[in-house]
């Protein structure tokens, strides 16, 4: 079966090295096998997303060698794949976990859940997260509430643990944690991010999924949602999160550090490339290489924990240190 990759971007703002060091992971492990490498631009929340980035963000890819072979400007036999045009999807994938019971309305408000939260004697033994308030409404309560207000939709978590082998991170036992019920679509009618990743990828027959450690924690959710939707899931690879000396996650209000910034300040993309490809461990010496040259050289990230301590070829490059 040939493996198929993707990258898939919410257009909210310009890509950063982070972003790049992600693309060019999926990129070069799809190249290396032989694989298929889709581009998906995850516009869901419309209200955050702009074309002008979607646009700029297929040129900086393309700026650094980083080529697709589905996706945007390309098309492919799994259009589209903007996810602002894949709503019927989602929908249909809810109908189904209406009908099998795994859903409910919820009423509750962003700040009513906040004082529960803060409230001294609140509901903290019942863990992070949802508390399941909507869940244990009788149905006099639900009709009640019904007439006031809109619902999100919850989906029911399963009971147990949602394990996985991550080829970067290892193995995560998913038994702790945020195991509480999540929202499918919220009030106002969004799509919730994790149902539509989960129905895209399983769509798009993706069956690596390689993206950055920040969704980590947001893998056993959609691992339940393969299960509760009879999907085969794909093989999950996180990507470590950039730091600065002092530990602290690199700002993307940092232009320095966007691509397109690194390009308007004469940065060459292979320039880029040898110190991403170093930063990640895949090269010894940050040569300039482009994506094609790197292709032999890609493996898992080295990392200690979540985190990649920016390296001095990449700090130079940026001008971070
Ligand atoms: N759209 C998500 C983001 O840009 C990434 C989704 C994924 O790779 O699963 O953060």
């Not at 959710?221 to 996180?238: I, M, N, V, W």
């Not at 898992?300 to 990649?308: D, K, S, V």
Request: proline share 7%; hydrophobic share 40%; with cysteine.
């Amino acid at each position: 079966m040939t493996r198929r990759g993707r990258f898939a971007p919410s257009p909210t703002g310009q890509l950063h090295i982070g972003n790049a060091i992600t693309a060019l992971a999926a990129w070069l492990q799809m190249r290396q096998t032989g694989g298929a490498f889709v581009l998906r631009i995850e516009d869901i929340d419309k209200a955050r997303s702009r074309d002008a980035y979607a646009e700029q963000l297929q040129d900086d890819l393309l700026w650094l060698g980083l080529d697709w072979d589905e996706g945007p400007r390309v098309g492919g036999p799994y259009a589209p794949y903007v996810q602002s045009l894949r709503e019927p999807l989602y929908e249909e994938a809810l109908e189904k976990l209406r009908q099998d019971g795994r859903l409910y309305p919820c009423y509750c408000s962003r700040s009513e859940l906040a004082s529960i939260g803060s409230a001294p004697h609140g509901l903290a033994s019942e863990g992070a997260g949802y508390p399941g308030l909507c869940r244990r409404l009788s149905e006099e309560e639900r009709l009640a509430k019904a007439a006031k207000k809109t619902p999100a939709l919850r989906f029911i978590m399963p009971d147990h643990a949602l394990p996985f082998e991550d080829a970067f991170a290892g193995p995560q036992p998913s038994d702790g944690d945020d195991r509480s019920d999540f929202v499918v679509k919220r009030a106002d009618g969004m799509f919730s991010y994790q149902l539509a990743v989960t129905v895209d990828d399983a769509a798009m027959g993706i069956t690596d999924v390689l993206r950055g450690v920040d969704l980590l924690d947001s893998t056993p959710r959609q691992l339940a949602l393969y299960e509760a939707l009879g999907l085969k899931p794909p093989a999950f690879a996180h990507v470590p999160l950039l730091v600065d000396q002092e530990g602290k996650r690199l700002s993307k209000r940092d232009r320095s550090i966007t691509l397109a910034g690194l390009r308007s300040a004469g940065v060459e993309p292979e320039q880029l490339l040898g110190a991403l490809a170093h930063q990640a461990g895949w090269i010894d010496r940050p040569e300039r290489l482009t994506a094609r040259e790197l292709i032999p050289s890609f493996g898992p990230i080295r990392q200690a924990g979540e985190h990649l301590l920016l390296t001095e070829p990449l700090r130079r490059l940026i001008g971070a240190g």
